[in-house]
């Protein structure tokens, strides 16, 4: 008899047990790492004026694109010149007539994979990527045809064709998952990963708290696989994480903020389970425009971008190394027309930029190394 009560009491435990720890596995492919120490490195501050960049305000409206099926044209109006030419017209709508909603940033592993970040307007803080095989897209002629990738999802008498079918098998659309703003997507060069912060906002540029979130991205998901949670702050100076994020080949991280008197420039590591940024000692007094967008980094001319809209500033990455050696010649700046939302800029190996923009989805490629 006792060794019933004994069998049952086991059992009802291992049941327990397996109950208890279901919801646990459920979520286990999701990990948070708690950093105790701060992530952040404060040293000496000075400032340096970068008169070469100038200030451009966001525009009252943003222009719209009325005639979305045919090739686009940004080119610059001030600075350094460039021209953007429409690579790619993004699908409207997504699969399955989803609503992916506004593009909000661009990562390129080379010339393989092209991720964007979609973030549905009226879903707040949560959005999905979708991956394009641009190897394959370009072997079938999409550049040469853009109007095929925008209308890959819009059937025809109520099917799709062999063409739009062909497509579909080069685009994977991940699953819906807490992005926070969306517009730091960035390829890791040095150990190909992808990260990404996830800057939850109670409003546009307003965080929830000043805890820093980095989530790595799986690849083969598309979706957070962990997340380093730790705080940015040193000597009096704390940054609630960061809203854009780019690293260089050697695997450095970067991200830009505006405090409110200058541009700070942030350089760091990400490891597997921390992080670790030092506030680079160059405070810029000219910021390129009223939004913080984006950052990227240009892997042949080595240098860094900061972009608002219609407005991108560049310098020379290996200038922030030590207390910093940039000076007003280092810079290199452009200002474009029209005014379309600027969303970020990826390299696919190249020296040319690959420009994300909104108000017609699409990405517009430089006609030179810019």
Known sequence: MRFIK??????????????????????????????????????????????KVHYVKVPKKYYHVAHTGIEHEIASERGKKVKFHTRYILPL???????????????????????????????????????????????????????????????????YSKTQKKIHTYIKVGPMFTTGHGQSLAYNWKNHGLYMWRDKEKAPRVPVSNW???QHIKASTLRPDHAIRFRLSSHGTSVPGGHDLTF??????????????????????????????????????????????????????KRLLMMSDA????????????????????????????????EGIAYDGSSRGN???????EVLQADRSY
């Open 6 to 51: 004994t069998f049952i009491c086991f059992v009802l435990f291992l049941t327990l047990f397996v109950v208890a720890k279901a919801p646990i596995d459920a979520h286990a492919k999701y990990h948070v790492y708690y950093q105790r120490s701060s992530a952040l490195h404060k040293g000496s501050l000075r400032n340096l004026n970068n008169s």
């Open 93 to 159: 709508p997504g699969k399955d007539g989803q609503r992916w909603g506004n593009p909000q940033s661009i990562a390129m592993n080379g010339k393989s994979y092209m991720y964007i970040v979609y973030c549905p307007t009226n879903l707040h803080n949560r959005g999905r990527i979708v991956r394009f095989n641009i190897k394959k897209l370009d072997a079938m002629g999409i550049r040469l045809h853009p109007k095929e990738l925008r209308d890959a999802y819009h059937k025809h008498h109520g099917k």
């Open 311 to 342: 407005s991108i500033a560049s310098f020379p990455a290996k200038r922030l190394d030590g207390h910093g050696h940039l000076t007003n010649h280092s810079f290199e700046w452009t200002q474009f027309g029209p005014k379309r939302e600027f």
């Open 212 to 214: 820093g979130y980095i």
């Open 248 to 301: 260089d080949k050697y695997g450095n991280a970067y991200f830009w903020s505006f405090p409110g008197w200058g541009a700070y420039i942030f350089k760091g590591k990400i490891h597997a389970h921390s992080v670790h940024f030092r506030l680079t000692h160059q405070v810029l007094k000219h910021l390129p425009g009223t939004r913080i967008q984006s950052m990227g980094y240009n892997p042949i001319r």
């Open 355 to 361: 420009l994300l923009v909104n108000h017609c989805p």
